[in-house]
């Protein structure tokens, strides 16, 4: 069998880097996990650090009962106060559909780290496909206490407030996020708020950044809103305010917000600008690459 494994399980089983990988037979897993734990009780773990990166990467490559196999092996290296363990095992268990143990070491990691929001979101998982929705939306209010912006958490929760609220869930979650001051769920509850109102998104956010929220990630989403209103001539100066208080270079998608609204208002030049600084982002993904061809080709093509 021949697998794409990541570098600390390679170098755990002293295996040379392979040139190339093949795809994986998933009838094979059950052998695999047999052999890797074997292996692992001959030669052990130096710590539980090693032992962590191997199931951390056991987990990315899809084989969530290799890793729960090895610390079902070594349990003395899995403590209950090991967060990074805990959640790695409690995604193990659900993606091998051992919802009790999942659910078992989701709650340990949560008990750990109660401010980080992973736990949350996949108790979240875990309790909505047991239908057990009442303590999913506890759990979803309390991850949100924890991360007020946190998008897959909203989903959630739209989700769980749809089977009580019906076709009126848009409004109800608009309620929710405006108790928590929070734009992540305000831009969500604008998709699903039936307003027929090409301004009922920036209504919804703009209340926030008057009262100063800057973050980048809502300001994607308000100069996104604003776009879609046809207020355009405001973006590039939310841009340039961005810019001016950033330690760092701003998310791409700003900048392509912004070069969107100056070849609207027909200035062609200050578009240029903002997607040479798109261009500059690193780590940009195919679609954001494509994305800003293509608007630089709308740039040639518009008059100078």
Known sequence: MSLAMGPKLRAYLALPEPETFRERDP??????????VGFARAKGFEDDDTLGDVIDELVAMDLPRAALGLAAAFPQLVGERDFRAQLSLGVA??????????????VLAQRVLPDEP??????????????????ALVWCNAGLDADRNNKRLWEYMARLLERQHGSYVGDELTRVAEKRDAWAGLAFAAKLTASGD???????????????????????????????AGEYERIP????????????GLPWQLQVHA????LALGHVSEARVH???????PHLTREAREMLAELEKEADESPQ
Request: aromatic share 10%; no cysteine.
């Open 118 to 135: 992973a736990p949350y979101v996949n108790l979240v998982q875990v309790l909505a496909r047991q239908e057990r929705f009442d303590e």
């Open 27 to 36: 009838a094979t897993d059950s052998e695999f996990t047999e052999w890797l």
């Open 237 to 248: 100066t939310i841009v340039w305010q961005a810019e001016r208080l950033a330690q760092k």
């Open 93 to 106: 268990a659900m993606l091998a559909g051992d919802e009790e143990e999942a659910e078992a070491r989701l």
């Open 259 to 262: 070069a969107q609204a100056q």
């Open 198 to 228: 090409r301004y009922h998104a920036v209504h919804l956010l703009e209340r926030l950044y008057f009262q100063g929220e800057r973050e980048p990630e809502f300001l994607i989403e308000l100069t996104a809103a604003l776009g879609v």
């Open 275 to 281: 997607l040479e600084k798109a261009k500059q982002v």
